[in-house]
């Protein structure tokens, strides 16, 4: 094979890794930006508030990167049936997805239940023990339209659909930062929730934003031949241990390289 041939494939190659990249990356980062800005809008309520907000915000890092780790089998597993072509294969590992997904929200909600009993070895004051179970509490709200939502945009990146999934992250953010500073203060006639605003924010974003976008892709032509609800009943246990078997250690690896700072 000749040098130009070669570089060519190089250079297609890397511009293929980026339109798969890129969008994903951005997405992330739009995403990290509200976490960052609730931070911020629940200093103003004071130190205990503040105290709060980051020792909850520790324990959930904690369970995502682990939990929602594990979904990012779906994509690996979908990009493998996409390149071969295999729409029907596809349709039944986004059925066993759901149901994993399923699985995990139920777990999510079980340690989150949980941490309280936990949490009083961080020997925190009392106020900021009592700020810490309402947001918590409000973040077991935001669980089952994050895990629909994480599973879809892992389908959108295995078939090679990323920019759909920027998309989504920017029409989140403009929505999702007033609301939460609305239900922090109670602005606009919302209740004052305090720290608990940022759950019940994320909560109603991510609710709504789940539901426009299993709409969509119900809807949309682009999208209906693979039929990613129709296995959704349909316990496949070869496929489910699959997706488990591919990403318990993708979900291990994050936990381990955020687990030091945690701790």
């Not at 986004?94 to 949490?119: A, C, E, H, K, T």
Request: with cysteine; hydrophobic share 55%; proline share 4%.
């Amino acid at each position: 094979m000749s040098y130009p041939i070669i570089l060519h494939a190089v250079k297609q190659e890397i511009k293929e890794t980026l339109s798969v990249s890129v969008p994903l990356m951005s997405a992330q980062l739009i995403y990290s930006l509200s976490c960052f800005i609730g931070t911020a809008l629940v200093a103003q309520l004071g130190e205990d508030a503040l105290a709060a907000s980051v020792l909850v915000s520790t324990i959930w890092m904690s369970l995502t990167v682990f939990f929602f780790g594990m979904l990012n089998a779906v994509s690996v597993l979908i990009a493998h049936q996409h390149g071969a072509k295999n729409k029907q294969a596809i349709t039944h590992i986004m059925g066993q997805s759901f149901i994993l997904g399923l699985i995990i929200g139920v777990l999510m909600m079980f340690v989150l239940l949980g941490m309280p009993f936990f949490m009083r070895f961080s020997a925190q004051p009392a106020m900021v023990f009592t700020l810490a179970y309402d947001y918590m509490y409000s973040l077991l709200w935001t669980i089952p339209a994050l895990v629909i939502l994480i599973i879809l945009e892992q389908f959108l990146a295995g078939i090679n659909h990323t920019k759909l999934v920027l998309r989504i992250s920017l029409l989140i953010v403009p929505i999702e930062i007033p609301l939460i500073y609305a239900l922090i203060f109670g602005k606009f006639g919302l209740p004052a929730c305090g720290v608990a605003g940022i759950g019940y924010g994320f909560a109603i974003t991510y609710t709504l934003t789940a539901i426009c976008l299993v709409y969509y892709l119900l809807k949309s032509k682009r999208y209906q031949h693979y039929s990613i609800f129709k296995s959704i009943l349909c316990i496949n246990m070869p496929i489910l241990k699959e997706l488990a078997r591919v990403g318990t250690p993708i979900g291990l690896m994050h936990a381990i390289e955020v687990s030091a700072f945690t701790l």
